[in-house]
């Protein structure tokens, strides 16, 4: 499963699923995952990679900006 908000992923990740995200590498979104625990290369990939590597593809955004 492929996330672009690091809260709906993180609460994913938290019970038990299999999350990767894919977001703008060393972009500040990039840092404030790997601060949250996320793994370069294991759970967190670019967005193209994370797109190639997921099984169901979710693209959230905040309500800001809907």
Same mark, same amino acid.
């Given at each position: 499963?492929?996330?672009?908000?690091?809260?709906? !992923?993180? #609460? =994913?990740?938290?019970?038990?699923?299999?999350?990767?995200? %894919?977001?703008?590498?060393?972009?500040?979104?990039?840092?404030?995952a790997v601060e949250d625990g996320?793994?370069? !290369?294991? #759970? =967190?990939?670019?967005?193209?990679?994370?797109?190639?590597? %997921?099984?169901?593809?979710?693209?959230?955004?905040?309500?800001?900006?809907?």
């Open positions: 499963m492929l996330m672009a908000r690091h809260g709906q !992923g993180l #609460n =994913l990740r938290d019970n038990g699923m299999n999350v990767i995200i %894919g977001v703008r590498k060393n972009g500040t979104s990039w840092n404030q996320w793994v370069p !290369g294991k #759970n =967190l990939f670019e967005i193209e990679e994370a797109i190639k590597k %997921g099984t169901i593809i979710m693209n959230l955004l905040s309500v800001f900006h809907q």
